[in-house]
C-alpha cells in the first residue's frame, strides 16, 4: 500500500482513472511531498518517478514556491525590538526543505536533473 501511495501521490486524473477506474478530486500535492514519488522511484528504478520527485522539490523549474531568501527589517509593532529576518521561513519550512534534499539526494541523487534550478542558481 505504501508503494502504491508513493506511485499516485500527486499523480494525474488519467493516471489515478487508468488504474482505479474513477474519477477522484485531486489537491495540490504540495511541495514537501518530494520524497514519495523520490521512494517510489528507488524501489522500482523507474526514472519518471524520480524526475517527477525532482520536479515536486521546493523551489525546482515545475513547482516555483521558492522561498525568496530577501532579508527584510521588522520593527514597531511588529517585533519587540528591530530585526532583520527572512520572511516566510520558519522552523518547519526549513526542516520540510532539509528532510526532503537529504531524501530525494539519498534515494535519488543520481538523477538531479542538469537544469534544476536549486542547484544551477
Not at 516566510?88 to 526542516?95: D, M, W
Request: proline share 7%; hydrophobic share 35%.
Amino acid at each position: 500500500m505504501w508503494l502504491q501511495y508513493c506511485q499516485f501521490y500527486g499523480a494525474s486524473y488519467k493516471e489515478i482513472k487508468k488504474e482505479f477506474g474513477q474519477k477522484v478530486k485531486l489537491g495540490d500535492p504540495g511541495p514537501w511531498y518530494a520524497r514519495l514519488p523520490a521512494y517510489y522511484a528507488y524501489a522500482t528504478g523507474d526514472p519518471a518517478y524520480a524526475k517527477r520527485a525532482w520536479g515536486y522539490f521546493p523551489g525546482s523549474n515545475e513547482r516555483p514556491r521558492r522561498t525568496t531568501f530577501y532579508m527584510k527589517p521588522f520593527t514597531g509593532h511588529e517585533s519587540l525590538k528591530p530585526i532583520v529576518e527572512v520572511e516566510r521561513v520558519s522552523t518547519n519550512h526549513t526542516a520540510q526543505w532539509c528532510l526532503n534534499a537529504i531524501e530525494l539526494l539519498e534515494l535519488i541523487g543520481d538523477q538531479i536533473p542538469d537544469d534544476h534550478t536549486v542547484f544551477t542558481e
